[in-house]
């Protein structure tokens, strides 16, 4: 299975609302994880379950979706917030695949 | 606290065998809530997953790894490693390990996200 996720790079000021897409190449239900991860560090678990937020993680991310099409939403981008985004598919007939990455900038 | 601790040799020749440990502290391997995983990301681009372990030995690899990859646990010294053989410069990466959920659904145990990660350390593949 294929994870696809647009943009590759997403510039954006703090405040503003941001959206990821990641798509499949086939339907994977709701077994959907997205991740967030800084230079030199490894990723943080911010959605599992394509819309379950993760102990820990600020309301402010949130996901949806399911099938084919998910994605990840920054209600209001803050400071902190600039990263790299993985979406992740997980079951037990396929490999665990990776996107390619969104890397956030600011603008 | 969990903490996830990736430790081994960070330089390697083409054709040899990188052996990674991830010792585990805070937690027990011995959950059934849990598998182990290992996961890698190349210089500049995205992660690849190796494999994962439950704590009875039952091990799931990627099939891109065909029979060069090896997982295995110690539960006694809270531990799990991965082997790779036939090492090439292609295998140069940063290489995590995490606790990944064990999923239970009506259709047996099932794999979940990575929700804790070690810190990575960088192996890298050269003559």
């Known amino acids: 299975i294929q994870m696809t996720q647009s943009p590759s790079t997403l510039s954006a000021s703090v405040g503003d609302r941001v959206t990821i897409t990641c798509r499949a190449s086939q339907s994977i239900s709701s077994w959907l994880a997205w991740y967030q991860q800084k230079p030199g560090k490894a990723p943080k678990l911010l959605i599992y379950?394509?819309?379950s937020l993760e102990s820990g993680v600020p309301p402010r991310f949130s996901g949806s979706g399911s099938g084919t099409q998910f994605t990840l939403t920054i209600s209001s981008l803050q400071p902190d917030d600039f990263a790299t985004y993985y979406c992740q598919h997980y079951n037990d007939y396929s490999p665990e695949t990776f996107g390619q990455g969104t890397k956030v900038e600011i603008k | 606290q969990l903490q996830l601790q990736e430790s081994g040799p960070g330089l390697l020749k083409p054709s040899e065998t990188l052996s990674l440990t991830c010792t585990v502290s805070?937690?027990?391997?011995?959950?059934?809530?849990?598998?182990w995983g290992w996961i890698r990301q190349p210089p500049g681009k995205g992660l690849e997953w190796l494999g994962s372990i439950y704590y009875s030995g039952t091990t799931y690899q990627n099939p891109s790894l065909k029979s060069r990859i090896t997982i295995s646990v110690d539960t006694s010294n809270k531990e799990f490693s991965v082997r790779l053989s036939s090492v090439t410069a292609a295998d140069t990466a940063v290489y995590f390990c995490?606790?990944?959920?064990?999923?239970?659904?009506?259709?047996?145990?099932?794999?979940?996200?990575?929700?804790?990660w070690g810190q990575g350390t960088r192996v890298t593949v050269s003559s």
């Open positions: 379950k394509a819309s």
């Open positions: 805070g937690a027990s391997l011995s959950s059934n809530n849990y598998f």
């Open positions: 995490a606790r990944q959920y064990r999923l239970v659904t009506i259709r047996g145990p099932k794999r979940g996200a990575f929700h804790v």
